[in-house]
């Protein structure tokens, strides 16, 4: 069964300041992995995904990951964080192809400190 | 193009009653997923319909039941609600083309059981 684990609850960092969120997966399969953002009141966002190819992976909104296989991780990362970055970070995985049947971590609260 | 929206946005219902959600996906989007955010189970994958069938489902129990119609557009339906079944339900919809789909989420609709 696959899974997927976000370590922190929260991050903090101070505004300019590189940003990570941390995401580790556990499938059988080769996994699609994805990155959405939540702010109040609100939907869910796409950010970006990792599918096969390249392991650094650039999204929307500066937003960039890395996939590495060995370690099982695909971590989210911002070169300069925002103010207005701070929301919450969703890391999702699909095995199927043609399926939206995600599972998602459980979240990590980004806030960003000006 | 206009986006997934939801309605209605926020309901309370009592236990023991029914409640239907519906679910207007982005124009072309033929995939239509649900999903449940509460605080303690996090996002959790209720079911797809793709073409008016039902492709996938979660680990919901049978109360939880949906439907697409010809548009796309879906209805998801909650019978002899539970006070557990207060949750931000998310609907999102998905493009038929690629082999890999990002989804994009509506705002939800609140679901208070009292």
């Known amino acids: 069964a696959q899974s997927v684990a976000q370590p922190e609850d929260q991050v903090n960092v101070a505004e300019g300041n590189p940003l990570t969120v941390k995401c580790t997966y556990s499938v059988s399969g080769n996994p699609y992995l994805f990155w959405y953002v939540q702010y109040p009141n609100r939907g869910l966002q796409f950010l970006l995904k990792y599918i096969t190819g390249d392991n650094l992976v650039k999204g929307s909104y500066g937003f960039e990951a890395e996939f590495n296989k060995s370690q099982t991780s695909f971590h989210l990362k911002k070169p300069s964080a925002l103010v207005s970055d701070s929301a919450l970070y969703f890391c999702?995985?699909?095995?199927?192809?043609?399926?939206?049947?995600?599972?998602f971590g459980t979240g990590t609260r980004l806030t960003v400190i000006p | 193009k206009a986006g997934v929206t939801q309605t209605p946005r926020y309901l309370i219902k009592t236990r023991g009653q029914q409640v239907t959600l519906s679910c207007s996906p982005i124009?072309?989007?033929?995939?239509v997923s649900w999903y449940q955010q509460t605080p303690g189970q996090g996002l959790q994958f209720l079911f797809e319909y793709f073409s008016e069938t039902q492709r996938n489902k979660g680990n919901f129990p049978g109360r939880f039941s949906g439907r697409q119609f010809s548009n796309s557009r879906s209805e998801m339906n909650v019978s002899t609600l539970e006070l557990g079944d207060s949750a931000l339900y998310l609907c999102a919809s998905s493009s038929s083309s690629g082999w890999v789909y990002e989804q994009y989420f509506g705002p939800g609709t609140r679901l208070t059981v009292t």
């Open positions: 124009s072309g989007h033929r995939s």
């Open positions: 999702a995985v699909s095995l199927q192809t043609g399926a939206n049947n995600l599972f």
